[in-house]
Nanobody, 124 residues
Framework: QVQVVESGGGLVQAGGSLRLACAAS????????MGWLRQAPGKEREFVAA???????NYVNSVKGRFTISRDIAKNMVYLQMNSLKPEDTAVYYC??????????????????WGQGTLVTVSL
């Protein structure tokens, strides 16, 4: 079974950048779809981005052009580069691993693994 741990959250001013990292361990396989989801205060968890083991990427419309997801399969790492951050990006960001394809479609139920989350706060 795969486990994932996020890092890299913090406080940043609007317009700034942060890079989140996700380390996968355990029964790792390159054939997982890896992704990021987030949950803002008082809101439901939402899909942010996913990267297919074949290399394709998928983003929620609100982050397209600002966020970039990437992975280093050899190091079992996934990254989320976040640029031009806005206050509405404030949320706990979760890394997830999925072998079923649901995450690629933006679904976030019954995934193989979740991290504990890392807080991103964007101030005005």
């Amino acid at each position: 079974q795969v486990q994932v741990v996020e890092s890299g959250g913090g406080l940043v001013q609007a317009g700034g950048s942060l890079r989140l990292a996700c380390a996968a361990s355990g029964r790792t396989s390159s054939r997982y779809i890896m992704g990021w989801l987030r949950q803002a205060p008082g809101k439901e968890r939402e899909f942010v981005a996913a990267i297919h083991w074949r290399g394709g990427t998928n983003y929620v419309n609100s982050v397209k052009g600002r966020f970039t997801i990437s992975r280093d399969i050899a190091k079992n790492m996934v990254y989320l580069q976040m640029n031009s951050l806005k206050p509405e990006d404030t949320a706990v960001y979760y890394c997830a691993a999925d072998s079923s394809g649901r995450l690629w479609s933006g679904e976030h139920d019954n995934l193989d693994a979740w991290g504990q989350g890392t807080l991103v706060t964007v101030s005005l």
